[in-house]
């Protein structure tokens, strides 16, 4: 099916193929990324619907907390590169037994994060509405 491209990521390459970044340091190791840091790799595809397959993959991967496994290092937790590599064709071997449902996978994960998006959303409004209210409170002595 799918094949990839995983490196390190240097700011001086120039990439033009699909791709996207995945961080490889911290407790977040593992997560998918639009934009680059200093502590991640690169995942390029040859096709756009290919690279939305694996951030997908990636993402959900992430989310399963599947990176945790390969994490190594006491202070600062890192992923290398081979295990990263590892664990996304791990995934995309149990993606491809059931393609279907990882597909429907895919759908119900997005429409939660546009879920939690809008709670967020509304929790900060909360949290505004809150603070007004003190602030007359304050405001009136």
């Known amino acids: 099916m799918a094949k990839f491209s995983l490196k390190t990521y240097s700011p001086k390459a120039q990439i033009n193929e699909p791709h996207f970044y995945i961080l490889c340091k911290g407790k977040n190791s593992g997560k998918p990324l639009s934009e680059p840091c200093p502590n991640c790799f690169v995942l390029t595809a040859k096709t756009e619907e290919e690279k939305q397959f694996f951030y997908s993959l990636c993402f959900g991967l992430w989310k399963a907390k599947s990176f945790e496994y390969f994490l190594k290092g006491s202070v600062i937790p890192f992923i290398t590169i081979g295990d990263c590599k590892q664990a996304i064709n791990n995934g995309l071997e149990q993606a491809k037994k059931d393609l279907k449902g990882f597909n429907k996978s895919v759908k119900a994960l ?32």
């Open 110 to 141: 997005e429409i939660l994060e546009q879920q939690e998006k809008k709670y967020k959303e509304t929790l900060l409004l909360i949290n505004d509405a809150k603070r007004a209210i003190f602030y007359r409170y304050i405001k009136r002595r």
